[in-house]
């Protein structure tokens, strides 16, 4: 088996599976030797050129590396960019407006269902690459714009296709509960009934999501129709995810706890209980300060009452077209540390293998440790700090996918 | 005199120099000429073709023509990075242990003493390298961590230095009047001598700076000492230029008013008579909401209330180690509309054509018109709404400067 070595580097920068959330190792002068895609040894560099000589090398170019980012929560898969919700939102127009110029999750959604698998496949393909050039090397992907049994398993079949053609892991995510489509609005029992008694079913059958999730909010849906939905998906496999007190405190974080979320997401307005609830079920709470920033609300997620709690959390950019047009991870985490006061260690940490636990790969994802996948971003940074401090840049200098360089700059 | 045609793009948007504020011109389809560095014509290209056929060709990959931005406020001669005193903000540290940890402006004058010319070439030149790769072809760029004549002296001749390396325009500011230095703290009344009697007219005399800017703020110079300073600094023909009403509103707009400054920077703080005193005297408001942004703070400069005032605003990122580290204007666009609901055309002409005001130079700066600079960002975007909206992206795909490519990714 060949064997590849990453050397000249600073060094490594990397949470570990075996210390508390927020502790990162900080190795200088380290080399990292992949086999088969995985890591199988990090060690001073002199030590491994002896016991490898003939590893093929990779320059580290006296970068540091840290674990590719991990982006648990994305919505890649749309037909039309909302550029013009955007300007209107600012301009101060009531939703109303908006919606009637072409906004909205419904407008996505009229969109999406008229357009082919195959120009999704193209638009998504240069949306998820984008993501790779800031460093991200894993993204749990949503569908969620179809809302029809055909329209969602298109969308699923386009992220699968998707992660066909690129160097990047995607972990799919059924949504088909993002919104009630426009032709169920005065039957929504109609609709959960075919999300319940035939999508989910299809989705379990073809195994095209690992994660079912609901976005259970007011006027969406309710914390009852979110647990019918999420335990029938349970029966069939899915994983449970939620959209949870985003906009009001229904109760989501609790639901997330009672039905065994893997992550409540967004939380912005989560109560106390919520945040014992989701302690005890070790729900891991993914916080998605970029959509805050973006909508430009004034109140961010209580990240600190979370990590005070013993609740470690993952970040992500939630990276849609609607509420946060970013795949730049490396903001994501500026924008927590500065609006939510999240350390720079938590939040490199909550952007990789929180992030890898929220999506179920923290075993094989999220950290340089021997045994997992060899997904490598170099940084040129003199100290993991710069990554959140130097705010607004793309500091990638090389992404290694599964030990392949798949970025270079 | 040999022609280059900047071909195969979209098209233009750009500021004019005969229309308001925030208002934009889009044309499809146009390319630009360009000889001696200044832009010839503007005009669809088959006609341009046929008119110029000799014309060397640069290629516009499809890509919008942007003025190149224009950033009114940096300060990028220091000697560190202050990444110690980020962290130690976001864990709620005082003041006072910042300070003792190496944070804070004095830090900096300290660390920079110590740094020899040579020094802070090098450490300059990469910094402003990075302006020009977010697509910014001017900076406005300030002394202000020297504190003596000799230290300031150095700052502002490694600013010409590494403009005479780089293909930016680096239009020089004397901020000696940016703190009270550790050896004056116990009489300031002899720092405001040393400033008006030997720096500034040493300043002047070596024609190193084009205008004099004082940190209007409690504890650093009173109003009454920054009006001594700066009307000191006009008779030697610098023109003045303050920080004003960032952290309380003491009056810095109304004596920008007074003294005729051409900008008065920061004014989060800034009182109704502020604003009017203002727009009677033309100063030009420079907004920094990157550095509300990167220090947490809830509140950000009233920008509506001076666009409805009819004071064109100008945007900047304040690029400094302390309290806004970034060089991406993109992001700063992204953060003025979306917490300052600054409209998309109004941020963009903000960040050009506006900030071209700010420091005197819109006659040859900030707008795509024959006749001016051919500063040209290409930005691969499908529409100019893209520049806040996919925010934290660097969208540059070629940066042009005085009609040579000196950006290409």
Redesign the interface.
């Known amino acids: 088996m060949s064997l590849k070595m990453v050397v000249n580097l600073q060094g490594i920068v990397t949470p570990r599976s075996d210390r508390p959330f927020g502790e990162l190792e900080v190795r200088e002068g380290v080399a990292i030797v992949v086999e088969a895609g995985k890591i199988k040894a990090i060690a001073p560099e002199e030590e491994l050129l002896k016991q490898f000589p003939d590893a093929e090398r990779i320059d580290g170019e006296k970068c540091w590396a840290f674990p590719g980012f991990v982006d648990p929560h994305t919505h890649p898969v749309f037909a039309k960019?909302r550029?013009?919700e955007?300007?209107m939102r600012?301009?101060?127009r009531s939703y109303e407006e908006i919606a009637a110029a072409g906004g909205g999750i419904r407008n996505s959604v009229r969109a999406l269902r008229k357009t082919s698998f195959d120009e999704l496949v193209e638009l998504t393909y240069w949306r998820v690459r984008?993501f790779l050039d800031?460093g991200t090397t894993t993204i749990e992907a949503k569908s969620g714009y179809g809302l029809s049994l055909e329209d969602e398993i298109k969308s699923l079949r386009v992220l699968k296709h998707v992660a066909s053609l690129l160097p990047i892991t995607i972990v799919p995510t059924f949504l088909g509960a993002h919104e009630i489509p426009d032709e169920y609005r005065s039957r929504r029992e109609a609709y959960i009934d075919l999300l319940i008694k035939e999508m989910i079913p299809r989705v379990a059958e073809e195994k095209l999501a690992v994660f079912c999730d609901v976005f259970t909010e007011k006027d969406v849906f309710s914390v009852k129709e979110s647990e019918q939905i999420l335990i029938a998906a349970k029966d069939y496999g899915l994983i449970p995810k939620l959209h949870a007190d985003e906009l009001s405190p229904l109760g989501g974080a609790e639901l997330a706890a009672r039905v065994r979320a893997i992550s409540a997401d967004h939380l912005v307005q989560i109560s106390d209980q919520g945040i014992l609830a989701m302690k005890e079920a070790d729900v891991i709470p993914v916080l998605l300060p970029?959509t805050t920033?973006?909508?430009?609300k004034?109140q961010y997620a209580p990240a600190r009452k979370m990590i005070a709690a013993g609740l470690p959390i993952a970040l992500a950019t939630d990276y849609n077209p609607g509420s946060s047009?970013?795949?730049?991870m490396?903001?994501i985490t500026s924008i927590a540390?500065?609006?939510m006061?999240?350390?720079?260690a938590e939040a490199l940490w909550a952007a990789t293998l929180g992030a890898a636990r929220a999506i179920a790969r923290d075993k094989e994802l999220g950290s340089l440790e021997v045994g997992k996948k060899a997904d490598i971003a170099l940084h040129r940074v003199?100290?993991y700090?710069?990554i959140?401090?130097?705010?607004?840049?793309?500091h990638v200098c090389k992404v290694l996918k599964e030990g392949r360089v798949v970025v270079e700059k």
Chains 1, 2 share one sequence.
Not at 325 to 328: A, E, I, L, R, S
Not at 341 to 344: A, F, I, L, T
């Open positions: 960019t550029e013009e955007f300007e600012i301009e101060g984008e800031y970029g920033f973006f909508l430009g004034p047009f970013t795949q730049n490396s903001l540390c500065t609006q006061k999240v350390r720079p003199p100290n700090l710069y959140p401090y130097h705010y607004g840049m793309n």
